[in-house]
């Protein structure tokens, strides 16, 4: 089993920046890829960004250009820098780590995009 804890989240000014951090302890070695998808009320979880144990990355249209995945094997923990942020960002982030047949989640962080 993988635990996943994510951190970073809190209220930004349009245009702001903000980094969210997901710590991975536990099952970690198993791990193929991370994510971070996002979600507001009524709405799907939608994908944001995925980084996998290679380091290959990818981004959901709305990320690229603005969000950088990134990932510190030294501390297990994955990224993600969020740069000139717009109202449409506000969202509860989650983590998830990815393994074969496993999907693991975190308890998601809320950032809030308001002037």
């Known amino acids: 089993q993988v635990q996943l804890v994510e951190s970073g989240g809190g209220l930004v000014q349009p245009g702001g920046s903000l980094r969210l951090s997901c710590a991975a302890s536990g099952s970690i070695f198993s791990i193929n890829a991370m994510s971070w998808y996002r979600q507001t009320p009524g709405k799907q979880r939608e994908l944001v960004a995925t980084i996998t144990s290679g380091g290959s990355t990818k981004y959901a249209d709305s990320a690229k250009g603005r969000f950088t995945i990134s990932r510190d094997n030294a501390k297990n923990t994955v990224y993600l820098q969020m740069n000139s942020l717009k109202p449409e960002d506000t969202a509860v982030y989650y983590c998830?780590?990815?393994?074969?047949?496993?999907?693991?989640w975190g308890q998601g962080t809320q950032v809030t995009v308001s002037s």
């Open positions: 998830n780590a990815r393994r074969v047949g496993v999907i693991d």
